[in-house]
Structures are given as structure tokens and as C-alpha cells.
């Protein structure tokens, strides 16, 4: 089993800045992609920022030079620094891990609201 934890949400202005973390633990080998999505009310799950294991990065164009997905190996935490944020970027972040052969994993979320 694999277990996404995530932090970091909160309210904040339009413009501002929130850093979300999500720790891994558990089962993590053969992780083929881990990164974030979000889902607004009413709307599709969708892409906010993925490592690829082949060594890419991929973001949504809402998130390009918006948003910068890091990951620290040795405490085996994946960040998202969410920059310039606006209104309608508010949305449940979820922690999202591809296992080969095993599937996909998600966190519970955590909720971000930009205020304008």
C-alpha cells in the first residue's frame, strides 16, 4: 500500500503564494509518475503538474510559469510552489502516484481558495 499525505492549503488573496507538500509512504517502488491534480466543484479532475519517469515535467497550461513542482528524495516528499495564484485556481489539490502494475494512487486532498 501507498499512503499521500498531503498540507499546505489555505485561503489566500489573489496574487499570493501557497507551497502544497505531499509525503509518500509505504510501498514506493516501481512509481512511474507522481505529482498533483485538482478538482473545482462541479468540474473535472484535471492535470496541475506531473514527474514523468522517464525525467519530464508536465504542466497544465493553467500552471505554466505559475507553478513549480519539486520533490525531496531523501524525505520522500513531492512540493508544488503555487505562485501568482488566482481565483479561479481554488480547488481540492490531490497527490496523485502511478505504480506499474499497481495503478493509481490519490491523497485525500488538500483545499486551496484564492480569494480576489
Known amino acids: 500500500q501507498v499512503q499521500l499525505v498531503e498540507s499546505g492549503g489555505g485561503l489566500v488573496q489573489a496574487g499570493g503564494s501557497l507551497r502544497l507538500s505531499c509525503a509518500v509512504s509505504g510501498s514506493i517502488f516501481g512509481i512511474t509518475a507522481v505529482g498533483w491534480y485538482r478538482q473545482a466543484p462541479g468540474k473535472q479532475r484535471e492535470l496541475v503538474a506531473v514527474f514523468s519517469s522517464d525525467g519530464t515535467t508536465k504542466y497544465s497550461d493553467s500552471a505554466k510559469g505559475r507553478f513549480t513542482l519539486s520533490r525531496d528524495s531523501a524525505k520522500n516528499t513531492v512540493y508544488l510552489q503555487m505562485n501568482s495564484l488566482k481565483p479561479e485556481d481554488t480547488a481540492a489539490y490531490l497527490c496523485?502516484?502511478?505504480?506499474?502494475?499497481?495503478?493509481?494512487?490519490w491523497g485525500q486532498g488538500t483545499q486551496v481558495t484564492v480569494s480576489s
Open positions: 496523485y502516484i502511478k505504480r506499474v502494475t499497481f495503478g493509481d494512487y
